[in-house]
């Protein structure tokens, strides 16, 4: 694909990387660190939040974490530890009664996971797909809320964005992908837009959010709130960077969505940091 030229500033908060061969190999994942980077030179984008991506359910995180950070030096990625835990992320009777007697097994990730990440420079937040990895017991969610980094949250139809705020919000900054519709669901995504009123550390990433009604509705009810995240490596940066820009919304607005607002969540993500 060519190279985009749109004069903005772009930051991406929303890329998975897959870290080694055999990762690539079991997720049937076909792009590499370096295409990846390509792929993200071609749409503009300056730095992009990574994280790893789905591991079998009885593997630790650790292992793709530190490679996905190591795979981040020199490269225009900033990386996001995964975590998981071993509670049921549904908000129906029989999973909030497996909740009382869930416990850490020893690949989920505990307090002192978090505290280690935290304070290791080689991460800047958390990703959490509650949908595929569970949620993380109180004493783990009360280290992210010490800790205070922002929290990438995968959310949809698995996991309702009126469920991220019963579980999550208040405690942290929060990025919901997808505006919480995925996939495609245009009611969570107005749901998730009518959270924004309530939730000030909540923030909504545009990954794989088609619809420019919703995207307009954002941006103009909430400009400084909506984050550019593109989904690589399951669409092309440069997909998600022209459906933003084929809104009609004033030049200030694309400069929010697309690098403003995530520098100012995402401090590392700053134009000083390149």
């Given at each position: 694909m060519l190279e985009l030229e749109h004069g903005f500033r772009v930051v991406d908060v929303n890329a998975q990387l897959d870290p080694d061969e055999q990762s690539i190999a079991t997720r049937g994942r076909e792009i590499s660190p370096e295409r990846l980077e390509r792929e993200v030179h071609q749409a503009g984008v300056v730095r992009a939040v990574v994280s790893p991506g789905a591991q079998p359910d009885d593997v630790s995180y650790l292992r793709p974490n530190n490679a996905v950070a190591r795979l981040s030096v020199d490269r225009p990625f900033l990386a996001f530890a995964r975590i998981n835990g071993p509670r049921d992320p549904s908000s129906k009777t029989m999973g909030r009664l497996r909740n009382l007697t869930a416990s850490r097994a020893s690949h989920h990730t505990d307090p002192e996971d978090i505290e280690q990440?935290?304070?290791?420079?080689?991460?800047?937040?958390?990703?959490?797909?509650?949908?595929?990895d569970g949620l993380p017991d109180d004493e783990t969610l009360e280290m992210l809320e010490s800790v205070g980094l922002p929290v990438?949250?995968?959310?949809?139809?698995?996991?309702?964005?009126?469920?991220?705020?019963?579980?999550?919000?208040?405690?942290?900054?929060?990025?919901?992908?997808?505006?919480?519709?995925?996939?495609?669901n245009r009611d969570l995504m107005h749901e998730s837009i009518d959270l924004l009123d309530d939730h000030e550390d909540l923030y909504l990433d545009t990954s794989f959010v088609c619809f420019r009604s919703v995207l307009e509705r954002a941006l103009l009810e909430h400009?400084?709130?909506?984050?550019?995240?593109?989904?690589?490596?399951?669409?092309?940066?440069?997909?998600?960077?022209?459906?933003?820009?084929?809104?009609?919304?004033?030049?200030?607005a694309f400069a929010k969505a697309f690098s403003k607002n995530a520098t100012r969540v995402i401090s590392a993500l700053g134009p000083g940091e390149e």
């Open positions: 990440y935290a304070y290791d420079d080689r991460f800047h937040g958390f990703c959490l797909a509650p949908a595929v990438f949250v995968e959310a949809g139809e698995m996991f309702k964005p009126q469920t991220v705020a019963e579980t999550l919000l208040g405690r942290f900054p929060v990025i919901m992908s997808s505006f919480g519709g995925y996939p495609l400009p400084d709130r909506v984050l550019f995240g593109s989904g690589a490596p399951e669409t092309h940066p440069n997909v998600g960077v022209m459906e933003i820009l084929t809104l009609d919304v004033s030049e200030d």
